[in-house]
């Protein structure tokens, strides 16, 4: 499977983005998705992680109660809306997936994850 990631840019503090992956390839209906992002100098983190029926989400604790994460697999699809933005959610954000993932690895670890998109920036001026 291919991941393209669309949608960041840069936004104020306060403001609101949505972030889009759009995967092709193999069938997408039973992958589970997520974004992990890293900041310049920073350690790569999970944001928002979601299992392929969507019945399991996970959201890193920095996010939690600002971001929603979403999928669509009619439109093989996985979204990612980002309010109430704050200056330290500037990073390069990566969508992943994985076939059932990596043994002895959680949805919310990176290792689990086989399948990783280019990245979009997100710049949140303060």
């Known amino acids: 499977v291919q991941l393209q990631a669309s949608g960041g840019g840069l936004v104020q503090a306060g403001g609101s983005l949505r972030l889009s992956c759009a995967a092709s390839?193999?069938?997408?209906?039973?992958?589970?998705m997520g974004w992990f992002r890293q900041a310049p100098g920073k350690e790569r983190e999970v944001v928002a992680v979601i299992s392929w029926s969507g019945g399991r989400i996970y959201y890193g604790d920095s996010v939690k109660g600002r971001f929603t994460i979403s999928r669509d697999n009619a439109k093989i699809t996985v979204y990612l809306q980002m309010n109430s933005l704050k200056p330290d959610d500037t990073a390069v954000y990566h969508c992943v997936a994985a076939d059932g993932g990596a043994p002895g690895s959680s949805l919310w670890d990176p290792e689990y994850y086989d399948t990783w998109g280019q990245g979009t920036l997100v710049t949140v001026s303060s």
């Open positions: 390839g193999r069938t997408f209906t039973r992958y589970n």
